[in-house]
């Protein structure tokens, strides 16, 4: 008879656990994000990863926040954000407008900060001593056209950001097959050109300002080359004044795209990098902010007698 009494409990409790089971099932796997607190990934175009490793790191000290940074060529990032592998993206451009469509037909609005202005950067062997390239004959090397002074023209990757620009002002569609090389990171290519006379790698300007500790080995026997623009006189290498200035023919605009759907990490990670403190951040890397950061001046009324 005990026996028997016991039944209906053990049926409701099996009842109660079910439900609870299925109700966290069907929750949130992940905690509770808003703009300054949660955790998320944001997907980064390779060729900026390190000045936005600096950003995250700023802002994880400052906020409750846990941002994991997958960082991959352009192509990839762009399949990755459509695909809802992540809704966040770090890149050298805006959407295109079939992009911009796949997230209308979602009923999200992408919601884009310009944040910076970097540069591509052409780099050479140090035994190499001509320090100056024209723009143009990189462009008549992409297109088949013979150069004494190019042997081969080195990517990070064929799907990268720094590809698509070059193609475009070479007016392919594709990357050339002759004399064109490529690998997976800015980093591969820093180690082949500080190994290789006579070729010229191509690679986002950030990994020149901000090395990583490998990187700074083989920028010992690489040079950054000043560039001819195809419609100004004068060489210009990549630094921070030649981009604000204009002069650089090679500068880029770096965009926050946050296509959360959600007032999320995305909204409060754009609005930092956009600020004071991120664009601080911008400024001592050797990008070029979109916003100059302001400048505080104690004024003394008297001079202090020593």
Known sequence: MKNFQKIPYLIFLSIIVLVFSCNQSNGPKNPKETILEGATTILVDETLKPIIEDQIEVFESLYKAKIILDAKSETEVVQSLVKDSAGIAILTRTLTTEEAKIFEAKKITPKVTKFAIDAIAFISNSKNKDTLIALQDVIHF??????NNIKGLVFDNPNSSTVRYMNDLAGLKTIPENGIFSFKTNEEVLKFVSENQGMIGVIGVNWISQPSALSKDYLKNINVLSVK??????FFAP????IAEGKYPLARDLYI?????F???GMGFASFVAGDKGQRIILKSGLLPIRMPGRNFIIKKEIEKK
């Not at 992409?142 to 150069?147: A, D, E, H, I």
């Not at 630094?239 to 030649?242: I, K, V």
């Open 229 to 234: 623009g195809t419609t100004k006189d004068g």
């Open 257 to 261: 795209i946050n296509c959360q759907g």
């Open 142 to 147: 992409m297109q088949g056209k013979s150069n």
């Open 239 to 242: 630094s921070q004044n030649n």
């Open 263 to 265: 007032s999320g990490l």
